[in-house]
Structures are given as C-alpha cells and as structure tokens.
C-alpha cells in the first residue's frame, strides 16, 4: 500500500514558470510534511516543510499548501529557474519526522526550460 | 555547510566483498540514524533504524545478518553491506536525527555502491 501518492512522476516547465507538484496521504496520523529536493548523485536536502495546524507555507519562491480534509498537499515553485532541475520527492511521518520515520512520495523529476 | 558527512561517496568492488560505509553527523549528538536505499529514478525506502547503544530496527523484508548497522556512538553509524552481490548495487543514504523536539531529518549526500 503506497502512503504518499505523489504527482507528476516528470514535470516540464518554461523558466519564469510555476512548477506544481502535488501529493496524497491516507494516514491522518501523519504531522508532518516535508518536501525534499535531490540533485543526481547527491542525498536529498530538505527544502520546506508543513505541519498540519496550518493551510499554506512559503519560503522564498516555494509555498506548500495543505488540505487536512483532502489529505493532499503541494509544492509550487513560482518563477521556476533552469537551477530548480532536479527531483523532489513529498514525505510524511508521525512524531515530526525526527523519531518518525519519512514516508517519502515516488519522486517528480522537474526540468526548467531556459 | 554540511551537517552529515557520508563516506565513501562511491565504491567498486567485487562480489562477494563486504562493504563499510560510514554516516557521520557534525553538527550535534544524533541519538537516532536512519538508512535508506535508493534504486536509480526510484523513491527512497527506508531499511533501518540505528539508534545509538542499542540494536537497530530493521524494516520488513530488510535482512539483517546482510545489512549490518552499528552505532556505537552518537555522532557515528556504520552500515556493513556483507557477502555483497550485483542485487546489492544501489545508492545507500543515511540521514540523522537530533531527537531534542521535532527536529528534521537530515541526510547525507549517498553512498553508490556498485558490485561487479
């Protein structure tokens, strides 16, 4: 049973763009939400994450927006950049991810168009 | 700067060959560490759980006497990939966890074990 859904598994944006990448939970236990970015060859690094007391998140460029009720939430890069390429995967946990274990999406693999 | 160190970033090696990698954390004391495997364009899933002085807990499926985990100390974890084979070859992540609060994972930048 995969926990995360995520969505699109690739995504192709114009530079300057809106990049959107969404993901689904089915566990309402989860209480935290992190997205992570990952360049070819290298670990992941945490780039925004959300708890459930709150609907939207930004950072810079990148905003996660939560539904609790949909159980879904999303990443949107506003003013998508060539240097943004790379894969980001959503995750989820209990006990804010620390103690918990990462429930990670299957990945979308974003390409910014110059 | 870098708050997991992982080493070796990439190894070679023949079958049948047992492999160390090391997952360091230099920022602060990490109680908990954890280790994931990556297969190329593939999410990352979860093997174990090393938690500083005692066993670590495997996930289902994940073989223990084959994944060795020790972590002897709180700044140290080691994952021995023992009797490797080809099947083995993947990218090995670890990340580390402060475990005071609601702290985030952080992960180092992989291990690509690649046997021959």
């Known amino acids: 049973q995969q926990q995360v859904k995520q969505s699109p598994q690739s995504l192709i944006v114009q530079k300057g763009g809106i990049s959107i990448i969404n993901c689904a939970y089915e566990?309402?236990?989860?209480?935290?939400f992190p997205w992570y970015q990952q360049f070819p060859g290298k670990g992941p690094a945490l780039l925004i994450a959300?708890?459930?007391?709150?609907s939207e998140k930004k950072e810079g460029r990148f905003t996660i927006s939560f539904n609790k009720s949909a159980k879904q939430f999303s990443l949107h890069i506003m003013d998508s950049q060539p240097g943004d390429s790379a894969t980001y995967f959503c995750?989820?946990?209990?006990?804010?991810?620390?103690?918990?274990?990462?429930?990670f999406g299957k990945g979308t693999k974003l390409s910014v168009k110059p | 700067g870098a708050v997991v160190s992982q080493h070796p970033s990439r190894v070679i090696c023949k079958s049948g060959t047992s492999v160390k990698i090391e997952c360091r954390s230099l920022?602060?004391?990490?109680?908990?560490m954890f280790w994931y495997r990556q297969f190329p364009k593939k999410s990352l899933m979860l093997m174990a759980t090393?938690?500083?002085?005692?066993?670590?807990?495997?996930e289902q499926g994940v073989e223990k006497d084959k994944f060795l985990i020790n972590h002897a100390s709180l700044t140290l974890s080691t994952l021995t990939v023992t009797s490797a084979h080809p099947e083995d070859s993947s990218f090995y992540i670890c990340?580390?966890?402060?475990?005071?609060?609601?702290?985030?994972?952080?992960f180092g930048d992989g291990t690509r074990l690649s046997i021959l």
């Open positions: 990340s580390v966890s402060g475990g005071a609060g609601n702290q985030p994972q952080h």
């Open positions: 566990n309402t236990a989860f209480d935290y």
């Open positions: 959300i708890r459930p007391d709150v």
């Open positions: 995750a989820a946990s209990n006990n804010g991810g620390s103690q918990g274990n990462l429930i």
């Open positions: 920022d602060f004391q990490a109680t908990t």
């Open positions: 090393s938690n500083e002085g005692s066993k670590a807990t495997y």
